[in-house]
């Protein structure tokens, strides 16, 4: 038979085997080319003082399983400064703090003279280890957000801000502290840049500059990101990835974003999905519900960016590992949606507790557990404190939503909150069609 007659038939034979194969797979696996899991994004947030009092290292993102479970992570924060730059936050967390052998991922002390140390070179050994993992370095914040607006308020500062961030974090010329630090240091640890801008055309944390033309400018900045990102790729035969954390109210995503022009540059965006109500309100409810009546609602963030013109394969749905928890409580039933005196003693802050800290609590008998199936929403109450969380459950429910919806996948704020085996992160994997 022929060579070209060979290579007909097979590769019709391997098509017919194709469409049979997707024809057994629900619409949203098919929107991701048959792949019930590497196609879904699974971003964690990494806190850059979490290795402080919380003692949660880039160790405990191998050894608990979560690295595993991931496709990126995202490093919070790196600053802006008022000249309108990146910088580092803290530069003795990032790349300056020796860590010992049993607190390193691959088994080795830092030493005095090697030029990096700190999160940065765990997270470059975290990468070696495991092949795939991308890490972007998240510019901003709840607090950090305070000079975006100017920075992003002309071409000349935008080109100049996005050029100290490449030049900084992507380029990985750290400046020098000791004998760490210098040109190139930190060059190939990280693969793309999320912006964390909370909220352009919005006020946020008292402080936080924000104007009116910040919803033109963002898109600007946004595209000046993706300009110079492809043009260092290029160099460097690689693609670095652009992503960003927007929020779930229509009256912030209208302030701040044109939806159908921002999306063009973005590979992915990470919808808060979270702090729907927060412990300072003084009446309990629920801070995550993946469905809600004439409330916020996971499906109605998701709905709002649609709506507005956004893919749905470019929405990754925030997932909280922590919850919102009041104090106080009066009224009858499962204290939900009942008045408050105010937030609830936790172990970091009044209000808000990691999960790993609630499982404890549900475990307890203490507390007794209810849920809202339909909602897809859980919470804690034990007669006078209550604690609104997604528990292993709810997160397996969320992840289904995201298949059935064909979206891009699921964020998690933040990794310290999970348990020390991983037991969200490996749920959501799960439900994403993992192992």
């Given at each position: 038979m022929?060579?070209?007659?060979?290579?007909?038939?097979?590769?019709?034979a391997?098509?017919?085997?194709?469409?049979?194969?997707?024809?057994?797979?629900s619409?949203?696996a098919?929107a991701?080319?048959?792949d019930?899991?590497?196609?879904?994004?699974?971003?964690?947030y990494?806190?850059?003082?979490?290795v402080?009092g919380?003692?949660?290292?880039?160790?405990?993102?191998?050894?608990?399983?979560q690295?595993?479970?991931?496709?990126h992570i995202n490093?919070?924060?790196?600053?802006?400064?008022?000249?309108?730059?990146?910088?580092?936050a803290?530069?003795w967390?990032d790349?300056?703090?020796?860590?010992d052998?049993?607190?390193?991922?691959?088994?080795?002390?830092?030493?005095a003279?090697?030029?990096?140390?700190g999160?940065?070179?765990?997270?470059r050994?975290?990468?070696?280890k495991?092949?795939?993992l991308k890490v972007?370095l998240?510019?901003?914040?709840w607090?950090?957000?305070?000079h975006?607006?100017d920075?992003?308020?002309?071409p000349?500062?935008r080109?100049?801000f996005?050029?100290?961030?490449?030049?900084l974090?992507?380029?990985?010329?750290?400046?020098?502290?000791g004998?760490?630090?210098?040109?190139?240091?930190?060059a190939?640890l990280?693969?793309?840049i999320?912006l964390d801008?909370e909220?352009?055309g919005s006020?946020?944390?008292?402080g936080?500059v924000?104007r009116?033309?910040?919803k033109?400018?963002?898109?600007a900045?946004?595209?000046?990101?993706?300009?110079?990102?492809?043009?260092?790729g290029r160099t460097k035969?690689?693609?670095?990835?652009?992503?960003?954390?927007?929020?779930?109210?229509?009256a912030k995503?209208?302030?701040g974003?044109e939806?159908?022009k921002?999306?063009r540059?973005f590979?992915?965006?990470?919808?808060?999905?979270?702090?729907?109500?927060?412990?300072?309100?003084?009446t309990?409810?629920?801070?995550?519900?993946?469905?809600a009546?004439n409330?916020?609602?996971?499906?109605g963030t998701v709905?709002?960016?649609?709506?507005?013109?956004?893919p749905?394969?470019?929405?990754?749905?925030?997932?909280?590992?922590?919850?919102?928890?009041?104090?106080?409580?009066?009224?009858?039933g499962?204290?939900?949606?009942q008045?408050?005196?105010?937030?609830?003693?936790a172990?970091w802050a009044?209000?808000?507790?990691?999960?790993?800290?609630?499982?404890?609590?549900a475990?307890s008998?203490?507390?007794?557990?209810y849920r809202?199936?339909?909602?897809?929403s859980?919470w804690l109450?034990?007669?006078?404190?209550?604690?609104?969380?997604d528990d292993?459950?709810?997160?397996r429910t969320k992840?289904?939503?995201?298949?059935h919806?064909?979206?891009?996948?699921?964020m998690?704020w933040s990794?310290?909150?999970?348990?020390?085996?991983?037991?969200?992160t490996?749920?959501?994997?799960?439900?994403?069609?993992g192992?």
């Open positions: 022929p060579r070209n007659r060979r290579r007909t038939l097979l590769g019709a391997v098509a017919a085997c194709s469409l049979s194969l997707l024809a057994t797979l619409p949203a098919q991701h080319g048959g019930h899991r590497a196609s879904y994004k699974r971003v964690g990494f806190t850059q003082w979490g402080y919380r003692n949660y290292q880039v160790k405990d993102l191998d050894t608990s399983g690295a595993a479970n991931l496709t490093y919070a924060f790196g600053g802006v400064n008022s000249a309108g730059l990146c910088a580092s803290d530069s967390a790349y300056s703090r020796p860590l052998a049993a607190t390193s991922v691959d088994g080795t002390a830092d030493t003279e090697q030029p990096l140390a999160n940065f070179n765990q997270l050994e975290l990468k070696a495991h092949p795939g972007l998240s510019l901003g914040g607090t950090g957000s305070a975006l607006s920075a992003a308020l002309t000349a500062s080109k100049a996005v050029s100290s961030c490449i030049d974090f992507i380029k990985g010329n750290l400046p020098v502290d004998a760490r630090g210098g040109a190139g240091t930190a190939g990280f693969d793309g999320d801008w909220w352009p006020e946020a944390d008292a936080t924000h009116p033309e910040d033109q400018n963002l898109t900045l946004v595209h000046e990101f993706r300009t110079q990102l492809d043009a260092y035969r690689t693609h670095y990835d652009l992503s960003a954390f927007v929020p779930t109210a229509p995503i209208d302030a974003y939806v159908r921002v999306m540059d590979d992915f965006v990470n919808l808060q999905g979270y702090d729907f109500h927060v412990s300072g309100e003084t309990t409810a629920q801070q995550s519900a993946l469905y009546k409330d916020f609602s996971v499906d709905d709002s960016w649609l709506r507005r013109g956004a749905a394969r470019k929405l990754v749905v925030g997932m909280p590992f922590y919850g919102q928890g009041w104090t106080g409580v009066t009224g009858a499962d204290g939900l949606n008045p408050a005196a105010g937030p609830a003693p172990t009044n209000g808000t507790e990691d999960y790993k800290a609630l499982k404890t609590l475990d008998g203490t507390y007794k557990l809202d199936r339909k909602g897809g859980a109450f034990d007669g006078t404190t209550l604690w609104t969380y292993p459950q709810v997160l992840a289904e939503y995201v298949r919806r064909g979206l891009g996948g699921a998690f990794m310290d909150g999970d348990t020390a085996d991983g037991e969200l490996a749920a959501v994997d799960r439900g994403l069609g192992r």
